[in-house]
């Protein structure tokens, strides 16, 4: 079975001369773990990450690895609503 939508990609890069294209599958989430409670506060002030897309921060706790172990749950979480 051929994709027609690759098909017509590839028809239209030939015709606008790219050697190649980049094809991504939206949404892309990016993790930061473990910041520092004024750290987050700035980020946030600063809107500093605004520009990455979708991004979750999680704030350190006295549990080594906590903030990650919180990030890691929230991707299961989403890659089961995605699947």
Same mark, same amino acid.
């Given at each position: ?6 098909? &017509?990609?590839? %028809?239209? +890069?030939?015709? *606008?001369? =790219? ?27 600063? &809107?500093?990450? %605004?520009? +990455?897309?979708? *991004?979750? =921060? ?26």
């Amino acid at each position: 079975m051929v994709d027609h939508r690759v098909e &017509r990609l590839r %028809e239209e +890069a030939e015709r *606008v001369g =790219l050697d190649a294209v980049l094809v991504t599958s939206p949404p892309s989430i990016f993790y930061l773990t473990g910041l520092d409670p004024e750290v987050l506060a700035q980020v946030q002030r600063n &809107r500093t990450v %605004e520009s +990455a897309g979708d *991004v979750r =921060l999680f704030v350190a706790t006295d549990v080594i690895g906590e903030a990650s172990l919180e990030a890691y749950r929230h991707a299961e979480a989403w890659l089961a609503t995605e699947s």
